[in-house]
C-alpha cells in the first residue's frame, strides 16, 4: 500500500516551496497582468514542478534500483504505474490552473512548460541538450506570470533564473560519481554572472535596492558556500550538498528579482519562506 509519506517522497514535497517565485518574479517583471489571481499561478507551478519529480523517478526506476535503492519506486513503496499516474494528473492540474487563472495567455506557456519537462525527464536528461532543457523549463515558469503578450519584460529575470538551473543540472549529473574540482569552479563563476546580472542597482527606490543586494548576497551565500566546499573535494557527498542548496538558493535569488523590479511586496514571502525549506529539506531531500 502507498503511503503519503512515500508520495511525499515521490514528488520531493517540500521542494516546491522553490517554484512559485518563479511566477512573482515573471509577474512582477511584466507589470502584475493577472492582478491579484497571480499568486494562484504559484499553485501551477508546484503541480508541474512534482509532475516532473513524479516522472524522474518514473523514468529513471532501473538506474536508481542501482544508485538510490531507497527511493520510493525501487524501494518497492510506489509503483511505477502510479507514479506515471501521480505525473499525468499534476501536469494535468497545472495546465489546468494556469488556465483558469491566465486564461489563454496562461495556457500558451504552460503547455509548453509541461511538454518540456516531459521531454526533459523523458528523452533529454542523459543528453547534452539536458541542462538546457531543464533551465528553458525553469525560464518558462518565470514568463508563466507574464503570460503570452507580455514576455519580453520578464525574459531578463527568465533568463537569470534559467541559468541558474543549467548550473544545477549540471552538477547534478555528477552527484552519484562524483567528479573534477573544475566542474564546481565552472558553476561557481556561472553563480558570480547571475549573481550581477540580478543586482538592480539603478532605476528603483533605495529599499527596493538594498533588499536586492541583500537577498542576491544571501542568494551567493547559499550557492556559493557549498560549491566552493565541492572544488575542495568534488566528491559525491559534497555535490549532492551543493545541487540541493542550489535548488533552494533559488528562493533568495527570485526574492532579488522581485525586489529589483520594485515589487518588494512579492519579494517578502518568497524570501520567508526560504529558512522554511531548508528546515524541510532536512527531512526530505529536494534532489
Excluded at 502584475?32 to 513524479?54: H, K, Q
Excluded at 539603478?202 to 538594498?210: E, I, L
Aim: net charge positive; glycine share 12%; with cysteine.
Amino acid at each position: 500500500m502507498t503511503t503519503a509519506r512515500a508520495v511525499v517522497e515521490l514528488v520531493r514535497a517540500p521542494a516546491a516551496l522553490s517554484v512559485p517565485g518563479d511566477s512573482l518574479a515573471g509577474a512582477a517583471a511584466a507589470g502584475w497582468p493577472f492582478g491579484a489571481a497571480t499568486p494562484a499561478l504559484g499553485v501551477a507551478s508546484a503541480c508541474l514542478y512534482w509532475a516532473g519529480m513524479a516522472l524522474n523517478d518514473y523514468a529513471d526506476r532501473d538506474v536508481d534500483a542501482v544508485e538510490r535503492p531507497q527511493r520510493p519506486i525501487p524501494s518497492g513503496r510506489v509503483s511505477p504505474r502510479f507514479a506515471l499516474g501521480v505525473a499525468s494528473g499534476l501536469t494535468a492540474a497545472g495546465v489546468g490552473v494556469a488556465g483558469l487563472v491566465g486564461g489563454r495567455r496562461g495556457t500558451a506557456v504552460a503547455v509548453p512548460l509541461a511538454a518540456t519537462v516531459w521531454a526533459y525527464d523523458l528523452a533529454l536528461k542523459s543528453t547534452p541538450a539536458g541542462p538546457v532543457a531543464m533551465g528553458a523549463a525553469r525560464a518558462l515558469d518565470v514568463l508563466l506570470g507574464a503570460g503570452a503578450g507580455r514576455l519580453r519584460p520578464a525574459l531578463p529575470a527568465a533568463l537569470t533564473l534559467g541559468a541558474h538551473t543549467v548550473a544545477i543540472t549540471t552538477l547534478s549529473r555528477h552527484e552519484v560519481t562524483g567528479g573534477s574540482r573544475l566542474l564546481p569552479a565552472v558553476t561557481l563563476a556561472a553563480t558570480a554572472a547571475v549573481t550581477a546580472a540580478a543586482l538592480r542597482g539603478t532605476g528603483r527606490s533605495p529599499v527596493d535596492r538594498v533588499a536586492n543586494a541583500a537577498l542576491l548576497a544571501g542568494y551567493a551565500g547559499t550557492f556559493g558556500r557549498t560549491q566552493v566546499d565541492a572544488v575542495r573535494q568534488p566528491n559525491p557527498t559534497q555535490l549532492q550538498r551543493a545541487v540541493g542548496a542550489g535548488i533552494l538558493a533559488m528562493m533568495p535569488l527570485q526574492a532579488a528579482l522581485a525586489a529589483g523590479a520594485g515589487a518588494l511586496c512579492a519579494a517578502v514571502p518568497v524570501a520567508a519562506a526560504f529558512p522554511v525549506a531548508r528546515r524541510l529539506a532536512r527531512k526530505v531531500s529536494p534532489t
